[in-house]
């Protein structure tokens, strides 16, 4: 089960899809081969970025089915939906297939300190017992949820065991909550998003890892790992053979089909489907995720 002592690398999956928009599940397998060979050390699925908006629930179910029975990694699917019942079930049947936990943003109509505790204090009711990540990423969901808001969160929900921090500009805050729980308060894992932009920062203002889907996934586990033994300058080297490319796959809009591409083109997946609604790469932006690639292979052999 998920608890507040994770750490690590637990890499945002994709959803791969065939060429007609059907479910793929078996780049699901190589996917989570992939992810594994990589150096997470866990997964999460059904993210903002694994399209679960576009998924029926069944579908939804298929994919956590396939992905828990297929490794022994910690996995957190993501549950947010427009009200609780559809919210409770996916959880539900999440958590019997063996998962470790959920993922909850905070709905969009949320505006208000009071309303957004409010709000959480729900879902760790309907959760029950399953443990949940608190997803902060304000730049989508539109709701800014404050220091203050979090740790009343944490005090309130003992449920809730992991922050996804995704707040921009949001180093501050990570520096917060540390003091906070260095000052009594419940400490929980604070995993960082953003396609991974920020790793080096978060990590030297207490994050315990990533929660991210770059489509180089051992970028992130060996800028972690680095950290964690106090190799900050080789982490930033590391950092800096990506950040290009990490760069040029943050690009609102285009990113996933961006990400996608490139998984494809590494053998994770079979093929870099979008569903629709959804675009896909130009032949230009290909050739430019190309020479990205290329650039950062010659970084990364200079490195050694």
Same mark, same amino acid.
């Given at each position: 089960? @998920?608890?507040?002592?994770?750490? =690590? *690398? ?47 629930? $069944?579908?939804?179910? $298929?994919?956590?089915? #396939? ?27 999440? %958590?019997?297939? =063996? ?10 109509? @949320?505006?208000?300190? =009071?309303? +957004? ?61 540390? $003091?906070?729980?260095? &000052? ?5 894992? +604070? @995993?960082?998003?953003?396609? &991974? ?7 030297? #203002?207490?994050?315990?890892?990533? %929660?991210? &889907? ?5 970028? %992130?586990?060996? *800028?972690?790992?680095? %950290? /964690?033994? =106090?190799?900050?300058?080789?982490? #930033? ?15 609102? &809009?285009?990113?996933? $089909? ?7 083109? #590494? ?25 990205? *690639?290329?650039? /950062? ?8």
């Amino acid at each position: 089960m @998920l608890d507040e002592t994770a750490k =690590g *690398v637990f890499t945002i999956a994709v959803t791969p899809f065939l060429p007609d928009g059907a479910l793929d599940l078996d780049s699901v397998d190589r996917m989570v081969d992939f992810y594994a060979e990589k150096g997470a050390t866990g997964l999460t699925i059904l993210g903002m970025m694994g399209e679960a908006g576009k998924l029926s629930a $069944a579908e939804s179910e $298929a994919v956590v089915k #396939r992905v828990v029975a297929r490794t022994d990694l910690p996995v957190v699917v993501g549950v947010s939906a427009p009200g609780f019942a559809p919210m409770q079930t996916l959880a539900a049947e999440a %958590m019997a297939a =063996g998962a470790a936990g959920v993922m909850v943003a905070p709905h969009h109509t @949320l505006k208000t300190d =009071g309303q +957004i505790i409010g709000y959480y204090h729900s879902v760790a009711e309907v959760l029950g017992d399953a443990p949940f990540v608190l997803q902060d990423f304000p730049l989508v969901t539109g709701v800014v949820v404050p220091v203050e808001v979090i740790l009343k969160i944490v005090e309130d929900c003992p449920t809730c065991v992991m922050l996804k921090h995704e707040d921009w500009p949001g180093l501050d805050k990570i520096s917060a909550l540390r $003091a906070a729980s260095e &000052g009594g308060a419940r400490r929980i894992s +604070i @995993l960082c998003g953003n396609g &991974g932009l920020y790793l080096t920062e978060e990590m030297l #203002r207490g994050a315990d890892g990533a %929660m991210t &889907g770059f489509a180089y996934p051992e970028m %992130m586990a060996d *800028v972690v790992s680095e %950290m /964690q033994v =106090g190799d900050v300058a080789r982490a #930033r080297d590391i950092f800096d053979a990506y950040l290009p490319l990490v760069r040029y796959e943050s690009q609102p &809009g285009i990113g996933l $089909a961006i990400r996608k591409h490139t998984l494809a083109r #590494r053998g994770a997946i079979a093929h870099p489907t979008v569903r629709k609604p959804g675009p896909g790469l130009s032949a230009a932006a290909e050739t430019e995720v190309a020479a990205l *690639v290329e650039r /950062q292979e010659r970084r990364l052999a200079q490195l050694g």
